[in-house]
């Protein structure tokens, strides 16, 4: 069975630039790099605060970084990150064009 492209939208609302900054460097393993089984990361201002979107290979691949680096990071702390978790929408993704 192939797997299926999976879509996670995050608003955080009110949130910022320097928040999204701090908050990527926790939880992604380097500059320009993506976790493991994650295809596509954008983010950026959007009205009232700050969206992130990312397509992961599947919806197992998604809750594994969510569940073992994303949310133990989160809410350990971030110093200057995120204060409030996010609005979520997640997509089970038809296409996924490059």
Known sequence: MATTPYGI???FP???KEQ???SLAAVH???GLLPEGQIF???GASEGGWTIMAVHESKESWEKFRDTILMPRMQAGIEGGFAAPPEET???LYTVLP
Request: hydrophobic share 40%; net charge negative.
């Open 20 to 22: 999204y900054e701090a």
């Open 29 to 31: 393993p380097g500059a």
């Open 14 to 16: 009110g949130g910022t």
């Open 9 to 11: 939208v995050h608003f």
């Open 90 to 92: 997640v997509i089970d």
């Open 41 to 43: 990361h954008a983010g």
